[in-house]
């Protein structure tokens, strides 16, 4: 979905514009809103799951436009988004991370603050760690990241995950292909809210566009989030040095968001980072589960902007 004002969506939106900018070849999406760029202006990018659209911060992107300048970028593992894919490879983490470097300099950007959500979270903890020249802020929000463990529990994963990895992605990528649609249409008949995806509460527009754009996924795109997830799981439960290091090394001034209904992120995990790193703030959102940036945008963005 794109438009030249996201306005004719909904009133709210307006002034969010959808644009395409050449990336070492790959044509690559984003949305963009708020104050022109300046010396004095927040530049703020916003990172979502990878396997997600930059549509997932539209909400966001409105609340963020009187403050600053915002960004949302479909990612080159995107399902829903616009955004090229070269090959297989570029939908990994690692690939993302790089993808980030050299979007930010197609569009002539220096220092952002960088919002990773969910996966995105990953990137943008890794982008900051690798490239800390460029990054005034970081915010994780619902991050996804190597989870506590024991040095048993370690070695478990790092053994039994990558022979896990290698069998389970193959036979995920030959079903999607074969049964997407029927995964697709019993997931949208299971949900009885029209303002609900996957238990997730949002406004009806949002809700609405995501369905929409869920539809239109084609099973050759939705064999992406295959490659994303074993991405995301083996740095979590394998291959987790170098995201670990990153969480040690990091030197932006970092931001903790959490909901406090939040399913998939275990409170004991961000604990355990908020521990590691005690200099990283903590924003907990009430009444608010995996998904703050569609949940409660407003309340996201009072929390970033407060911090920054």
Known sequence: MQYTDWGERATRWTGIRSETVDVRGTAAHYLVAGLTPSPDTQVHLLVANPANSASNWLDVLAELAPHAHAIAVDLPGTIAGHTALPNRHAATIEANVLFLNDFLDALALGRVTVHGWSA????????????????????????????????????????????????IAPVARALLRVSWRRILAAQLRVQGDPATISGTRMSPEVAGLLREEMSAVEPKRS????????????????????????????????????????????????????????????????????????????????????WA
């Not at 760690?129 to 024991?150: I, K, T, W």
Request: aromatic letters at 4%.
């Open 120 to 167: 995105g979270a990953m990137i943008a903890l890794l982008f900051a760690d690798q490239a800390p020249e460029r990054v005034d802020g970081l915010v994780l929000v619902a991050p996804a990241l190597p989870p506590p463990l024991s040095v048993g529990e370690a070695r478990i994963c790092r053994i039994f995950g990558r022979v896990g990895l290698a069998i």
């Open 223 to 306: 064999v992406r989030a295959v490659t994303v997830y074993a991405s995301v799981m083996s740095l979590m439960l394998v291959r987790r040095g170098p995201v670990l290091d990153a969480i040690g090394r990091v030197t932006a001034p970092t931001l903790l968001v959490r909901g406090d209904e939040d399913r998939l992120v275990a409170r004991a995990s961000i604990e355990h980072w908020a521990d590691r790193r005690p200099d990283w703030r903590l924003a907990v959102l009430h009444g608010v589960g995996h998904a703050p940036p569609l949940e409660a945008p407003a309340d996201y963005v009072r929390a970033a902007i407060d």
